[in-house]
């Protein structure tokens, strides 16, 4: 029994509506077209490349609608801006590998606030009168108690000789380690730059063995 294949032409859309190869647009047309002819020429053994079905990626001429609409004039931007790769500097990657600054002076509360965007997981803490940064605070939970010694071991270990002082950690039952930094001032605790390198340095330690696993269900 012998099966013969044919591709009928497109059928042209009543007035009455219905669909239509004239609802495609006209760029993507010639696409559709080779698709259909690919897959019925397929059954003769021949192959259709299809690799500029959508067109080269990058760049492309715009279509004429476009430059009717003069698009070009109503976006922001200028052809003739000037371009500039910015190398970030070692202190804009990592306040962990600054050193700390001799008689470094109080923050005020908006830098406070611009550095805590430099460390990961600490927040900031006001004074009384929540006029001025006080301290920074971090938490971390973990499986128990032992694991608690162990980050704050970890913790003294990363901040030993580093000529700060050290770092406020409280054990907080079930299974919490909080720490906070702060530099005395004659005003009561402020923030210094130092306080914020130190708390880059303390989020370099491994933590990852002494958080409690996450449970994965299958």
Known sequence: MALSLSLAPPVAASAAGGSSSSSCPSFLRPAAVAM???RSSSARGS???MADLLGDF???????EEIESKFGEKVLGNVDTLHQILI??????????LPLQPDAEALSLDDAR???LKVVGWRLLLSDDEQRPAR??????VRDESC???LSARINAALDGAGHAPAALV???PSQVRAELSTPSAAGDSLTVNDYIVAARIDKVKTLDLIPKKRVWA
């Open 88 to 97: 970030p500097t070692l202190s804009a990657l990592s306040l962990a590998r």
């Open 58 to 64: 990058g760049a492309r001429d715009p279509f004429p």
């Open 36 to 38: 259909r002819r690919g």
């Open 171 to 173: 054990w907080e039952a």
């Open 114 to 116: 611009r550095l805590l």
């Open 136 to 141: 920074l605070q971090c938490v971390w939970k």
């Open 47 to 49: 192959v259709v490349a």
């Open 148 to 150: 608690g010694q162990e």
